[in-house]
């Protein structure tokens, strides 16, 4: 890192924010790129969030990250939005512009595309009906993702089901609820399947799900991230499904943040992914 009386300032507003990667990853490609900048942690409590927000430009800082439980606040303070932050409802980045006015992102819907690209190169989501586990945040990214990128129709299961109706309505396209007890058999011909939910993650419950009729050519991805490997990605792998981690999703979708704030586009690498994951 190289820090002088010019340096880019930059970094993630959340309560709590100290188990937050952000400053790890952003630091590495600072320090990767030679830039003269920082990005630090800032721990925020949600009655002083707006205060922060609009201190922002005036402490020469050139945007943020937003991780909870400010997401939707951001989107409601940020006098800019671009369309698919307002179709998702949450904005996780915030850039400021040259008049000090703040502009809101959310860039979890390019992080998802972008990982799935990477991790199986020539993925397009108009393949065929995708199969979407969860109707949190995460979920609005994935399905709005999708559905830019063509997915011919979404099928939606969550354990609360008014939730996926609530998700489905506010998203509008081609979203078809589906009960949770017939997860097994939404996956028949199903080109895409990935797990929103917090089930599988370390600490929580497994994801049960019966694979046997998702087509052996479905890509399957998780964003869960620790473990790296889940149980749904094991078993997919042992019956031959391209299958993608939700690690690069939390790369991925830090990129474009990183490139307004400090002027490069960065790269998203193995010895990245291994850096990340370190303590």
Do not use: C
């Not at 309560?15 to 630090?40: M, T």
């Not at 932050?85 to 512009?97: C, D, E, Q």
């Not at 690690?247 to 010895?271: C, I, K, N, S, Y």
């Amino acid at each position: 890192m190289i820090l002088t009386g010019h340096a880019r300032l930059a970094g993630v507003i959340g309560w709590p924010v100290g188990h937050s990667r952000s400053p790890r990853l952003h630091g590495y490609w600072l320090d990767k790129y030679r830039l003269d900048g920082a990005y630090l942690p800032l721990p925020v409590q949600p009655g002083r969030f707006e205060q922060v927000l609009r201190a922002l430009p005036h402490m020469g800082f050139a945007g943020a990250n937003v991780t909870v439980p400010h997401k939707e606040a951001a989107l409601a303070l940020a006098d800019h939005v671009e369309p698919v932050a307002r179709r998702i409802g949450a904005v996780n980045t915030l850039v400021v512009r040259p008049d000090g006015s703040l502009e809101g992102h959310n860039t979890d819907a390019f992080g998802f595309l972008e990982n799935l690209r990477q991790g199986h190169p020539g993925f397009s989501a108009a393949a065929g009906p995708a199969v979407v586990l969860g109707a949190g945040g995460a979920a609005r990214a994935v399905i709005a993702a999708l559905q830019e990128d063509g997915a011919p129709a979404v099928r939606l299961l969550n354990r609360t089901a008014e939730r996926a109706w609530q998700v489905a309505a506010e998203l509008g396209g081609p979203i078809e609820v589906v009960p949770w007890e017939q997860r097994a058999e939404a996956l028949a011909g199903a080109a895409l399947l990935v797990n929103t939910t917090t089930l599988g993650m370390e600490g929580q419950p497994p994801l049960l799900l019966d694979l046997q009729q998702l087509p052996v050519d479905a890509v399957v991805s998780d964003i869960v991230y620790v473990p790296l490997e889940t149980e749904l990605l094991g078993a997919a792998r042992r019956r031959g499904n391209p299958a993608v981690d939700g690690l690069g999703m939390l790369l991925h979708q830090a990129r474009p943040g990183f490139a307004a704030w400090f002027g490069v586009m960065p790269e998203v690498t193995d010895e990245l992914r291994n850096f990340v994951r370190g303590p």
